[in-house]
Nanobody, 124 residues
Framework: QVQLVESGGGLVQAGGSLRLSCAASGRTFSNYAMGWFRQAPGKEREFVAT????????YYSNSVKGRFTISRDNTKNTVYLQMNSLKPEDTAVYYCASRSFSGTALVKNAYDYWGQGTQVTVSS
C-alpha cells in the first residue's frame, strides 16, 4: 500500500517562504518520479513541479519557476518543495503525487498515487 503524507503547510505573509515535505512509504521510493500539484478553491488541480527518480531532471510551471524548488532525498523517501517569494495567488491545497515510472510528467493523469494535501495560505 503506497502512502504519501504531506506536511509543512501553513499561513505565511506575502514574500515569505515555506518548505513542504512529502514522506512516501509502501514501495521503493527511489525508482519513481514525483510531483507537486495544487488546487485553489473553485479551480482545477494544477501542476506545480516534478522531479525524476534520480533528482537530475526537474520541471516547473511558469507561475512558480524561479521561486519554487523541488528536490528529493531517496535515503529518507521524501520529496520537498521549497517555496520562496510567496504570493497570495499561491494559496491552495498542495498535493504530493507519485508516478509508477522513473520519468517526469506534467499532467495529473500520469500520477498513480496522491497524498491527502496540505493547506498553504499566503496573506497580502
Amino acid at each position: 500500500q503506497v502512502q504519501l503524507v504531506e506536511s509543512g503547510g501553513g499561513l505565511v505573509q506575502a514574500g515569505g517562504s515555506l518548505r513542504l515535505s512529502c514522506a512516501a512509504s509502501g514501495r521503493t521510493f527511489s525508482n519513481y518520479a514525483m510531483g507537486w500539484f495544487r488546487q485553489a478553491p473553485g479551480k482545477e488541480r494544477e501542476f506545480v513541479a516534478t522531479i525524476s527518480w534520480t533528482g537530475s531532471i526537474t520541471y516547473y510551471s511558469n507561475s512558480v519557476k524561479g521561486r519554487f524548488t523541488i528536490s528529493r532525498d531517496n535515503t529518507k523517501n521524501t520529496v520537498y518543495l521549497q517555496m520562496n517569494s510567496l504570493k497570495p495567488e499561491d494559496t491552495a491545497v498542495y498535493y504530493c503525487a507519485s508516478r509508477s515510472f522513473s520519468g517526469t510528467a506534467l499532467v495529473k493523469n500520469a500520477y498513480d498515487y496522491w497524498g491527502q494535501g496540505t493547506q498553504v495560505t499566503v496573506s497580502s
